[in-house]
Nanobody, 128 residues
Framework: QVRLVESGGGSVQAGGSLRLSCAAS?????????LGWFRQVLGKEREGVAA???????AYADSVKGRFTISKDNAKNTLYLQMNNLKPEDSAMYHC?????????????????????WGPGTQVTVSS
């Protein structure tokens, strides 16, 4: 059973930083995959933030390029999202997500081909 558990959210002032973590389990890590983060504000559609596939390719939403960095520790099966220079518009619930399909790959704007699994999320609130 695929399980994704996020941590690291919180409340910060604009210009601050946070690092989100996602502990992943329940799938064969050597198989093709794409892991990423999307965010969602209540009442709005979810937005891809950053993604990384098993080829090492990365993709970011235009709104976070140069501020956010996605990385992965394969030994710990953990995905990270380093978020710097946070802005109030970054406030959202951040979800870790996985695409485990045969064609899993990053796509434009910080997404994977098909996020089939995601975690419950961690809240990020940025005050001005």
């Amino acid at each position: 059973q695929v399980r994704l558990v996020e941590s690291g959210g919180g409340s910060v002032q604009a210009g601050g930083s946070l690092r989100l973590s996602c502990a992943a389990s329940g799938y064969r890590y050597s198989s093709r995959n794409c892991l990423g983060w999307f965010r969602q504000v209540l009442g709005k559609e979810r937005e891809g933030v950053a993604a990384m596939d098993s080829d090492g390719m990365t993709a970011y939403a235009d709104s976070v390029k140069g501020r956010f960095t996605i990385s992965k520790d394969n030994a710990k099966n953990t995905l990270y999202l380093q978020m710097n220079n946070l802005k109030p518009e970054d406030s959202a619930m951040y979800h870790c997500a996985a695409d485990l399909s045969l064609n899993a790959a990053v796509t434009a704007h910080g997404n994977c081909t098909d996020f089939g699994f995601w975690g419950p999320g961690t809240q990020v609130t940025v005050s001005s």
